[in-house]
């Protein structure tokens, strides 16, 4: 079965530093891949996508994420986070055959201070 | 353009009664729909999840059940809860190619 690893369980950062969190999922098929945020009090909503194309996807609010097919990969990333991106990112993957439902990581906590 | 709702938004229940959570999606037809259970530090859990009305797959075994009785309505349901069942539930929408999924607010439930 298919399953999503999010390396970082919370990360804090200052204001203006830049983001990365990892995210590493397990199936050798063709997949689509996506982050989803969840701000304080807030539904889930998403952030990027990746279906096909340029592996270099970007996002809502200066996110980008990076598709490295030979890692097993998909990493967000952020040049200068904002305390306002204080929330909840959850990594998710699915498989392209078939109405598969998507397989979400455990999730990383971002805080961002000040 | 396409609304889900969920309710109750927050629902408090004591051990041993019923449950019943609803989901409806407004603006689209056919729609696979999704049951999803979210723990801190533990993302969300995929529960069930239906590509069509009274077609309902079961991930995870355990207390609950669901069922679809329109093309647009889901529905969670147990007949006992347990103190294990509480937590926040999150209803979700598809199209039928697999692909983005679009989250409701939520059901906050707590078993006393």
């Known amino acids: 079965a298919q399953s999503v690893s999010q390396h970082n369980h919370h990360v804090i950062l200052s204001e203006a530093a830049s983001l990365e969190l990892g995210c590493n999922y397990s199936?050798?098929?063709?997949?689509?891949l996506f982050w989803y945020v969840q701000y304080p009090g807030q539904h889930l909503q998403l952030l990027l996508k990746?279906?096909?194309?340029?592996?270099l996807v970007k996002g809502i609010k200066g996110f980008e994420a990076e598709f490295i097919k030979s890692k097993f990969s998909f990493n967000l990333r952020k040049p200068s986070v904002q305390w306002s991106d204080t929330a909840e990112y959850f990594c998710?993957?699915?498989?392209?055959?078939?109405?598969?439902?998507?397989?979400f990581g455990k999730g990383t906590r971002l805080s961002v201070i000040a | 353009s396409q609304t889900i709702h969920q309710w109750p938004a927050t629902l408090v229940q004591p051990v041993g009664s019923p449950l019943s959570l609803e989901c409806t999606v407004e603006?689209?037809?056919?729609?696979?729909l999704y049951w999803y259970r979210q723990a801190a530090g533990r993302g969300l859990q995929l529960l069930f999840y239906?590509?069509?009305?009274?077609?309902i797959s079961s991930e995870v075994p355990q207390n609950l059940s669901a069922s679809r009785p329109q093309d647009r309505q889901f529905i969670l349901s147990s007949k006992k809860l347990l103190l294990s069942d509480s937590g926040f539930y999150l209803c979700?929408?598809?199209?039928?190619?697999?692909?983005?999924?679009?989250f409701g607010p939520g059901t906050r439930l707590t078993v006393t």
């Open positions: 990746y279906f096909s194309g340029d592996p």
């Open positions: 979700a929408w598809s199209r039928d190619s697999p692909g983005e999924q679009y």
């Open positions: 199936y050798g098929g063709t997949v689509n």
């Open positions: 998710a993957v699915n498989i392209v055959s078939g109405n598969t439902p998507l397989v």
């Open positions: 603006g689209t037809s056919n729609p696979n």
């Open positions: 239906s590509v069509g009305i009274g077609q």
